[in-house]
């Protein structure tokens, strides 16, 4: 009985300095290192220049380790595996201007917000779809697993054009290429990558009319409160000495 209590007591005492030698990087997934997942097809928030991945979301990331002592680490992916990701415990957190839905609060934490998004509607300069009012029963072209995407592919009853009228692409290039190629009618994508992709295409145009306003924020795994609890600090600390508006800034023109 003595040697199973004396055993008992040094767990015990494991556990217990185990426990007062947590420190910040054991909120990470790799000691010493802030992991973000993202999908590097979504100018200006991430995209690829040369083989470096750079955007509005990238700067703040770094800024965000930086204040945490972390360095930064960034793993582009499929934007619809982002969440799960992170919920598997392979990312430390998500930041791809991802929009925050009630679907994806059940699955994942978020931060504070830190932008704001439009969708919007791309077609070809002599398209007949004028407003939004003129995409219903059109072909719709969107990125698969974005808000575009969830609104577009919900019923026409919730707002939507159901499913059997929506094309999903792995990104927003490819459905810009669909539209050229006449494959759907428009494309529904966030405001900042469709007027790049619209001024790298000739014959395309945004409309006038907005498709819907949306919160961006980070994500993280339900059990990862104190590092979601870090990030909103040091958040806060950017929104409130200016670094996060000059990120933006110099990513989209001051308006």
């Not at 220049?49 to 360095?71: N, R, S, T």
């Amino acid at each position: 009985m003595k040697k199973i209590l004396a055993l008992l007591i040094a767990v015990v005492m494991i556990f217990a300095f185990a426990g007062c030698g947590k420190d910040d990087n054991s909120l990470t997934v790799t000691e010493g290192k802030l992991t973000m997942a993202t999908n590097a097809e979504f100018p200006p928030y991430e995209y690829y220049e040369g083989d470096k991945v750079i955007g509005i979301d990238a700067e703040v990331a770094a800024l965000i380790a930086e204040k945490l002592g972390l360095e930064l680490e960034i793993v582009d992916v499929a934007f619809d595996s982002i969440i799960p990701g992170v919920q598997q415990g392979k990312y430390d957190m998500g930041m791809a201007g991802m929009t925050v839905t009630n679907d994806r609060k059940e699955k994942v934490n978020f931060s504070d917000n830190y932008a704001k998004g439009v969708q919007v509607v791309i077609v070809k300069e002599d398209s007949a779809i004028k407003t939004v009012d003129d995409v219903a029963g059109k072909k719709v072209g969107v990125q698969q697993g974005t808000t575009g995407d969830i609104y577009a592919s919900d019923t026409v009853e919730n707002g939507g054009y159901g499913e059997e009228n929506v094309t999903k692409y792995e990104n927003g290039a490819l459905a810009v290429e669909g539209l050229k190629n006449s494959k759907v009618d428009c494309v529904i994508i966030d405001n900042e990558p469709a007027k790049a992709y619209v001024a790298a295409n000739p014959g395309l145009k945004i409309l006038d009319t907005e498709y819907a306003n949306e919160d961006y924020a980070i994500c993280f795994a339900k059990e990862n409160t104190e590092l979601q609890k870090k990030v909103n600090d040091a958040l806060k600390e950017l929104i409130a000495d200016g670094s996060l508006q000059r990120v933006v800034d110099k990513y989209i023109s001051a308006k």
